[in-house]
């Protein structure tokens, strides 16, 4: 049996996702750090939070840096990866799981732009007026003729029903 490496986990924006770039290809890079609760059964309101790193790459990353911020709640499904580092500490080799993320699931709305700093800027204003809809295109129609049906074929041989006929 081989083994599985598939990781589904929820949670909120612990900061501001961070865009990059690859130098060979130019491929979007996203790194968003997702805060998950952890809730003990032992012992009365045990609840800690963990901060797990996921990485998004490609349209996934660049749709979660467009419309995805601090604090909104997100689901993922990917893998579990692990990354290699020198320690800038006592420049040791570090190791850190972390997730690759292949979909996002955005599981509350987007507030509102202004909003979240106690500014309202919803005043009521006029919208301007839609535009005067194009005229659909007129279609000529043309007989239509049923397709001629062709002898059936296996491996370039007519089957025994249509060597019957």
Same mark, same amino acid.
């Given at each position: ?5 598939? %990781?589904? +986990?929820? #949670? =909120? $924006?612990?900061?501001?996702?961070? !865009? ?53 709640? %997100?689901? +993922?499904? #990917? =893998? $579990?990866?692990?990354?290699?580092? !020198? ?79």
């Amino acid at each position: 049996m081989s083994d599985l490496n598939h %990781v589904t +986990i929820s #949670g =909120r $924006l612990g900061q501001d996702p961070e !865009l990059k770039f690859t130098t060979v290809g130019n491929l979007p890079v996203c790194h968003i750090s997702l805060a998950v609760e952890s809730y003990s059964k032992t012992a009365e309101n045990n609840k800690k939070v963990i901060f797990v790193d996921v990485t998004l790459w490609g349209n996934a990353g660049l749709n979660a840096f467009k419309f995805l911020k601090k604090g909104r709640k %997100v689901a +993922i499904e #990917g =893998r $579990l990866d692990i990354s290699e580092f !020198l320690s800038k500490v006592d420049n040791s080799k570090q190791k850190r799981l972390k997730v690759i993320g292949e979909r996002v699931c955005y599981m509350d709305s987007a507030p509102k732009t202004g909003t979240e700093e106690g500014v309202d800027d919803t005043t009521e204003t006029e919208a301007p007026p839609a535009p005067a809809p194009a005229p659909a295109p007129e279609i000529a129609s043309a007989p239509v003729t049923p397709p001629v049906k062709k002898p059936r074929t296996y491996l370039g041989k007519k089957t025994k029903e249509d060597a019957a006929k």
